[in-house]
Every structure is written in C-alpha cells, then in structure tokens.
C-alpha cells in the first residue's frame, strides 16, 4: 500500500519503516461506521480499497457532505485536530481495505518532521486541500442549480457517478432520489 507514496516523502529508509508501522491494516465490509457523530475522532484513514462517505443527521435526514476513494485520507478532521466531538459520520459505501493511523501516533510523526520543510508544506497542502472541496462545495449550494451540481459532479468526480448509490447520490446534492431521476431524465432528452 505505502510504496506508491515512498517517493513523494524525503525519509531514510529506516523512519520510512518506522514511521508506516504505525498504521494497522483492516478490512471492513459496506455500512460499516467508522466514526459515529459526537464521537471524538483518533483515527486517520487511508483507503486502499473500497468508497467511504461522510454524513450528518439532519433531523432524521442523513446528508453527505464527502465522498472518499483509493488512496485518499479521511477522518472528522475537526475532531481529530481538535480532540472535539465529530459533527459528522464517517461510514463505508463499499467493502473497503483501510489502513489507519491512532492519533497519538501520527502527533509524534508530525512533531518530528516539523523541522523537514517539504514534508511539513505537503502536509498543509492536503490539509488546505480538503478546505478548498468544502468551499467548492458549499458556494455550488448557493450559486448553483441542483440540475448544474450534478453536472458538475459528472464532469469533475465521475467516479462517484459511476460507484455511489443514487440516494447518497441525492443526498450529496441536496435533493430527493424522485428529483435526481428528473434531473437525469431531463438531461438524457436533451441528448
């Protein structure tokens, strides 16, 4: 799992080692909550295999907010940044292949490559990334239309097009499955 990354990371060989043995490997069937909301957040995740989205009850309504796939991270960074509790659920969508990391193991490989520039601005920059999609995010449910969201998710994330089920589909963007099968049916007439 962790060669495809061994190149992106200036360490010698033996904090390489150390370092990924820090994380466990799990294999989690679909449905499987990994973090439960109010839950305070000590696990990183790193997807090898499998989808996993992150959601929030609504008054009895489950809204996502992500999507994650292969070799990606996801944790309620809120929480586990900031020991707090998660105001979201991290579920599978998919069987799934997960490598994680406790917290207090991964705040003793941050302190030590702190004083490493280059590590340091890539962790910041997949940090800020995940920023930039919630701000991506959040401006297209204010300035656009249900039926331009999800031509945008089309374009720019097929891969939740092709692999998610259509209700989370719906839930992600913010309308009833009935409404995406419009939105889909009126996009295949103008075909």
């Known amino acids: 799992m962790f060669n495809q990354f061994r190149n992106k990371f200036p360490l010698t060989d033996e904090k390489w080692i150390e370092y990924t043995n820090y994380f466990n490997r799990i ?3 679909a449905k499987t909550i990994l973090l439960e909301e109010g839950e305070i957040s000590k696990k990183l995740f790193i997807i090898e295999k499998g989808c ?3 959601w929030f009850n609504n008054n009895g309504k489950d809204l996502t907010t ?3 796939f292969e070799n990606q991270s996801v944790a309620s ?3 586990f940044m900031k020991k707090s509790p998660s105001p979201v659920v ?3 969508i998919e069987a799934s292949v997960l490598w994680w990391i406790h917290k207090n193991d991964l705040d003793k490989i941050l302190e030590e490559i702190k004083e490493i520039p280059e590590l340091r601005e890539r ?3 997949m940090l800020f990334q995940r920023t930039f999609d ?4 959040f401006v297209s449910f204010i300035k656009d239309s249900p039926t331009q969201r999800y031509l945008n998710l089309v374009e720019e994330r097929p891969q939740i097009i092709q692999r998610v089920p259509q209700h989370y589909i719906a839930s992600y963007l913010g309308v009833s499955t009935v409404h995406l099968s419009r939105i889909k049916s ?3 007439q103008k075909k």
């Open 52 to 54: 996993i989205r992150v």
């Open 186 to 188: 009126k996009l295949l």
């Open 27 to 29: 294999e989690v069937p």
């Open 90 to 92: 991290v579920e599978t």
């Open 134 to 137: 919630y701000m991506k995010y």
């Open 123 to 125: 962790l910041i920059n």
């Open 66 to 68: 992500q999507f994650f």
């Open 77 to 79: 960074i809120e929480s």
